[in-house]
């Protein structure tokens, strides 16, 4: 997966990071050592030095909830909906036989 520095981040070895994109596109920051604070940079992928490192900065996975509702009719399913006030609305119109209250926990890139 790409590193994009827009999205949190911390590198591999989990420390502590901040790091703000040059005019050269490089990353020029901080990360966090047993001996305090490092100065540092690292290429715009996120790479410390020409090999796999323990300080390339890694995006930190944002935990997400998916809450909707969905009715269920004879012959398939209702558009999904984040309130269950229109979900009643649509199964009064659609005369759907149930409705389900879905909520899943997950990590953004992780599938559904």
């Not at 300080?55 to 009719?73: A, G, K």
């Not at 149930?98 to 997950?106: D, G, K, N, Q, S």
Request: with cysteine; net charge negative; glycine share 10%.
């Amino acid at each position: 997966m790409s590193f994009d520095h827009t999205k949190p981040f911390r590198c591999r070895n989990g420390a502590e990071a901040g790091a703000t994109k040059g005019p050269d596109g490089r990353l020029y920051g901080w990360t966090m050592t047993v001996d305090g604070p490092l100065m540092t940079s690292w290429d715009s992928r996120g790479i410390y030095g020409n090999s796999a490192s323990a300080f390339d900065l890694v995006n930190i996975p944002q935990h997400r909830t998916l809450d909707v509702w969905v009715n269920v009719l004879e012959e398939g399913f209702g558009y999904p909906t984040k309130e269950a006030a229109h979900a009643a609305v649509q199964r009064n119109r659609w005369k759907s036989i149930a409705c389900l209250h879905i909520i899943r926990e997950f990590e953004e890139g992780e599938g559904l």
